[in-house]
């Protein structure tokens, strides 16, 4: 079994829905990059109650506050988080639109395994229709033969 970049990979190889199905794939692919880290998870957790300021999410966080900077910095580039200046102090907040890239990448892995599901149910009828044991039915009987 590989890695979830490895499927990606192997999802990229089909045609997508739509334009620009690629950048969404890879964009989605860092973002769940960025939260394979459990520090940034738990700042991501911290932020979905709203923006705050790097020294407030350091207070919550047994990491200094250069550290908290730099899980930042990642979760900004992969467009989980974004800032703004109010006042003096630069608040973090979550991207509302971040998660939707990641969500296309695992719904391209949904879509495959739903459309191979539908294809099995379909043959399944056909077989049932026709009188042909099923492939579970035929696996089940060879395996009562072979115990005899």
Do not use: C
Not at 6 to 12: E, L, S, Y
Not at 39 to 67: K, Q, Y
Request: net charge positive; charged share 35%; hydrophobic share 35%.
């Amino acid at each position: 079994m590989g890695t979830y970049r490895t499927m990606a990979r192997r999802a990229d190889a089909g045609p997508g829905p739509g334009r620009g199905a690629g950048r969404d794939a890879r964009r989605g692919e860092q973002q769940l990059d960025a939260l394979g880290d459990a520090r940034r998870r738990d700042i991501v957790a911290l932020l979905a109650d709203g923006a705050v300021s790097v020294g407030e999410l350091a207070d919550r966080l047994p990491i200094s506050r250069p550290a908290v900077s730099q899980h930042l910095k990642v979760l900004k580039e992969a467009g989980l988080v974004r800032d703004h200046a109010e006042g003096t102090r630069r608040l973090y907040g979550l991207d509302p639109s971040g998660p939707a890239d990641v969500r296309a990448y695992l719904d391209r892995f949904w879509s495959n395994h739903l459309a191979a599901f539908a294809e099995y149910v379909g043959e399944d009828a056909v077989r049932r229709r026709s009188g042909a044991p099923s492939d579970k039915a035929g696996r089940g009987d060879e395996s009562e033969r072979d115990r005899s």
